[in-house]
């Protein structure tokens, strides 16, 4: 396949640029993630579809699976329409993905709705980001990608806030009204991707589908050769295994933690409300958190998480209802650290590779960390279903923090050191 300027001149491809680059804040604000699904989402889990905890955080363990199936059948797909329609058409099955989430029953009716959620996300998830990197990074470098990226970061955070408050009021009405509602919105985003531009086209080659399945066999090889060989790129990606696992196994058990504290649907959307709000204001300011930290901005964001996560455990032994306001403050730790490493980490990827190697570093980011995240997702299930909430918090919060401490001094030498200090091996992957 060949990459080709879709434009015969410069003015023309200008143009498609800034109308990528102006939207680009817009579509992420709708589409990044599920507005009104993941407010409810624990409540819609164990209330409406009838899993335990234990089994909400098990069939999410399969979804890290799913995610690596369907990079071949994703990439086949994006090679064959391009970035714009692949955009279109991802954004529809993520559409899907949510009606079959509505109609399908059980564990199994979620399995199944997930399998369709990773092909979605799959196709939709490097087109968006290579859209606006095509259309903002300039020849030295990223140019105004993360600027613009993080806009509309702070935007989806600001309507997450909105939607998350109105979506426990719309589920006291009826439990499936905010699936409703999000399924709404991903019509939104699809209409809003329909008018994205593309600014290069792709050149499919005879045989090109046998071609490409070679080309992700090759991927894969290199890949785990690349992780194999540089240290540097181990590291890095041990450490967002791990921190991407904390985040949902989190996710889960902070529903959990919030349900046996008695916190209604009203009140319990009101409380992810707020926090998505504090993931607004909180990702402001990943630039500066950046500058000030600099190679110590992991080590920063991932302690400050699992501390907070290992305090709440201890609290839940004693009289947590009393306190609550201490337990939510120390909940909303995960939030501040999650809305600043998800834009910091994709920075860092993006930075650690070049043209020729970028392909291959997303595809090894993707293997590695879905598989750290897959066993530590279920493992965590499994602890919930055999201990009381209060002990597998403090469990995982103190297991996080020996793999974080371990990780962290790994990572010492090898992340975030100037080019010149690093080996041959760290620094030119295949």
């Not at 993360?146 to 109105?166: E, H, M, V």
């Not at 959307?269 to 504090?278: D, E, H, K, P, R």
């Not at 501390?307 to 709440?312: A, G, Q, T």
């Not at 974080?404 to 100037?418: C, E, I, N």
Request: proline share 3%; aromatic share 12%.
């Amino acid at each position: 396949m060949k990459t080709i300027r879709k434009y015969k001149t410069k003015k023309e491809e200008i143009k498609a640029k800034r109308n990528n680059a102006k939207m680009f804040p817009i579509y992420k604000m709708f589409s990044w993630d599920l507005l009104f699904f993941y407010s409810t989402q624990y409540l819609f889990y164990t209330t409406t579809k009838g899993l335990t905890p234990g089994e909400v955080l098990k069939v999410e363990a399969f979804y890290p699976l799913f995610i690596i199936i369907m990079q071949l059948p994703a990439a086949i797909c994006a090679d064959l329409l391009g970035r714009k329609r692949s955009l279109v058409l991802g954004n529809l099955i993520m559409a899907l993905y949510i009606f079959l989430l509505i109609i399908l029953p059980g564990f199994m009716g979620i399995f199944i709705a997930n399998i369709v959620y990773a092909f979605g996300y799959s196709l939709k998830g490097i087109q968006e980001t290579n859209i606006l990197y095509d259309s903002t990074a300039t020849k030295g470098g990223e140019g105004l990608y993360p600027k613009i990226n993080g806009k509309g970061a702070t935007a989806y955070y600001i309507l997450d806030g909105i939607a998350s408050l109105a979506a426990g009021y719309l589920f006291v009405i009826n439990q499936y009204l905010p699936m409703i509602c999000c399924l709404v919105i991903t019509v939104i985003s699809t209409i809003i991707a329909i008018n994205f531009k593309d600014i290069y086209t792709n050149k499919l080659e005879q045989n090109e589908i046998s071609n490409k399945i070679k080309e992700y066999k090759s991927d894969f090889k290199i890949s785990i050769k690349n992780i194999i060989k540089s240290k540097r790129l181990r590291a890095l990606l041990i450490f967002m295994g791990l921190f991407n696992a904390l985040i949902s196994i989190m996710s889960t058990y902070k529903g959990n933690i919030l349900v046996e504290l008695q916190i209604g649907p009203e009140t319990f959307s009101i409380i992810n409300a707020v926090f998505s709000l504090i993931s607004a204001v909180s990702s402001v300011f990943q630039d500066k958190l950046h500058k000030k930290f600099r190679n110590k901005t992991f080590t920063f964001l991932s302690l400050s998480f699992v501390l907070s996560i290992v305090l709440v455990g201890i609290i839940l032994f004693g009289n947590a209802s009393y306190m609550l306001p201490v337990i939510l403050v120390l909940l909303s730790v995960r939030n501040i650290t999650m809305s600043n490493y998800f834009i910091l980490s994709e920075r860092y990827s993006k930075n650690f590779s070049t043209p020729k190697t970028r392909s291959r570093i997303s595809f090894a980011t993707e293997f590695t960390t879905n598989i750290i995240e897959s066993i530590a997702l279920f493992l965590a299930g499994v602890l919930l279903d055999g201990v009381s909430i209060a002990s597998a918090t403090l469990i995982i919060g103190l297991v996080f923090l020996l793999l974080f401490t371990l990780v962290l001094d790994y990572m010492k030498t090898r992340v975030g050191l100037k080019p010149e200090k690093y080996s041959k091996n760290d620094i030119e992957l295949e």
